[in-house]
C-alpha cells in the first residue's frame, strides 16, 4: 500500500496539444506529485456524433510530450493492438469499466508489463472484478490497480456501494476511487451524460475515510465548454482545496487502518 494518497487527474479527453500542458502544469502546481490521465480516444461516447479524440498515434504522440515534462501519464486503451504504443509512453495502462471482463484486452494490458489500472464496470460485483484481475496477474504481473466508478441504480443513474472499496482492498491490491465518474448520470443528457459534481467530494472524503490509496478525479478549468463529461468534472481552480481536505483525512485514516489480512 502506498504511503501518501495518490491523486489521478486530468481531462476526460485530450482536446489539444496547449491544453494538455496547461492542465498538466495547473494540476502540479496545485496538488505537487500526481498522474496525469487523459484519454487519446472516447471509443464509448453516448452519440455517434460527440468528440473522440486525436486517435491513437496522435494522442501518444501529445501524451510522449507531457511525459517529457517529467509528469506520470496513464491512458485507456480498448483493443489489444492499442496496447503496445501506448506502453511506449504510460506509467499505467487503463481498462474501461465497459471493457473491464475482456480477456484479450486484460492479457495483453499484463505482458506490457505496466501497472494496469482495472476499472470496475458499473454491471460488475466487486467480488467478480477479481477474476478480471486475476487475468492480468496469470501473465506474471502483479502491478493492478482497482477502481471503483459506481454501479447501475436503475436508468441514467449509479450508486456508490461504500463497502465494495473494503471488498476491493481485501483482494490485495491498490484501490483507487474514481470521485468523478461515480457522480455521472450515463445517458441522462439525451445525446449524452449528465452529471451531479456537487457530490464529488462528499464520495471522494466517504471513500477515503474508509481507506483507499488514491483518487481520481476529471478536471477542467471550464466544465461547461469541456469536449467530454463536463458535466460530471471537477472545476479546476477547487482541485486545490478539494485535494488538501483530502490528504489531512487521510492523514488520520491512515493512523487507524486495519492491515490487510
Known sequence: MPNNLELIAGPCVIESEEHLFFLAESIKAMAGDFVFKASFDKANRSSVHSYRGPGLVDGIRMLQQVKDRGFRIMTDVHEPGQVALAAEVCDIIQIPAFLCRQTDLLLEAGRSGRVVNIKKGQFVSPWDIRLAADKVASTGNNNILLTERGTSFGYNNLVVDMRSLVI????????IFDATHSVQLPGAAGNGSGGQPEFIEPLA????AIGVDGVF???HEEPERALSDGANALPLDELGGFWKRLQELDVVTRRHLKPID
Do not use: I, Q
Not at 476491493?168 to 484501490?175: D, N
Open 168 to 175: 476491493l482492498r481485501s483482494f490485495g491490491w491498490p484501490v
Open 217 to 219: 478525479v476529471e478536471v
Open 205 to 208: 472524503r466517504a471513500a477515503v
